[in-house]
């Protein structure tokens, strides 16, 4: 495989990101997640919150759930709602970024967007509850719901919007080039495996100019 | 991790059993596929050919699918089906060759029924349709029905199987280690991987002798 783009789909609390971030500077590349966010707010004058909580959520109804009537919307979008139209630019960002060269994309349905890119390879990381009851206890701090249940809470929300927008199952392996347990293979060999896979990215060739 | 024994599950036609083979040879330790089936049928008399088709294969009914109650079968196993009594040797067997020391086991829900060992890497194979048929045609031939139609119902047949017995759902990536797709990643890049990841497997040190 000639890979230049890598996405990582994550469980919550599993160390994903982390292992994105630190291959994409293993290998590199730019890093796509919070960017993602920020790139998305431009486009879309939404609070980036917003399409944090929203882009990767259940698509149900809040106070921004309305349809698009309004001017300066492309006649495309019109009577979507808030998360169909976050979706579509959401989407089309992440066409583009993955258009402008080698890099590492987390969360957000990329690969399913950028499933027919035959230089993409797809990632899935996961563990068990424990492993990640831990990790985001260290990582965020305690709330008033247990571990256990952020994690069902948000990865349920990961699962439905995916399964809303794709018409694929989250986390089944068929949709991936592979999937790790972090726990069980530790986050930093996942890095290594990964970074080993991949092997060193070429950089772009511009096209040579031709005599006229 | 700390890998001695490594299950190795797969999609029909993805190469997973070569896949194993080829792993088991790198890190010099036994394969169990085949050889597994032979040591099921010593101990229950069954013919190998039956439990090579039933083992891994839904549990419907057939010219054996009868009640146990005859002498000689010990009492725990009276009353059940040939595949109900066909899953319980199984997986004697698989404990026991665990037990014995490091291996490659192939198939047989082995991942499911060594889930508790902290020493398992438990590993699933699967490819794209394109890939798959064109490797069965290049490897067993043609048959009445297409490619397509062969993946499919092996497929389907490996996870009814699995599904009654393990109560899991067969190829969800959290069921596993790692997942890899063969036809992306190339069946030796995957046995690499694996080898890679696994390292060295240390020969098993006998208990020092105690003096009296």
Redesign the interface.
């Given at each position: 495989?000639d890979v230049r783009i890598i996405t990582i789909s994550r469980e919550f609390g599993s160390g994903g990101r982390t292992i994105g971030k630190k291959l994409a500077e293993r290998l590199g590349v730019p890093y796509y997640d919070k960017e993602l966010v920020n790139e998305v707010a431009l486009e879309t004058g939404f609070d980036p919150r917003y399409i944090e909580e929203a882009g990767e959520h259940a698509p149900i109804g809040g106070r921004l759930a309305y349809a698009f009537n309004m001017q300066g919307v492309p006649g495309i979008m019109r009577g979507l709602s808030a998360t169909d139209f976050l979706w579509c630019i959401q989407r089309e960002v992440i066409l583009r970024i993955a258009d402008k060269g080698p890099c590492v994309i987390v969360g957000r349905s990329a690969d399913y967007i950028l499933k027919d890119r035959k230089d993409a390879?797809h990632v899935?990381v996961?563990a068990d509850m424990d492993f990640r009851a831990e990790r985001i206890v260290r990582l965020y701090g305690q709330s008033e719901k247990t571990p256990e249940q952020r994690l069902r809470d948000k990865d349920k929300k990961r699962a439905v919007n995916y399964e809303h927008y794709t018409g694929r199952e989250w986390?089944?392996?068929?949709n991936?080039?592979?999937?790790?347990?972090s726990g069980?293979?530790?986050v930093e060999?996942c890095v290594d495996?990964l970074a080993?896979?991949v092997g060193p990215i070429k950089a772009e060739t511009p096209a040579p100019e031709t005599a006229q």
């Open positions: 495989m390879l899935f996961h986390g089944r392996s068929q991936y080039t592979l999937t790790l347990n069980a293979i530790g060999r495996l080993d896979l």
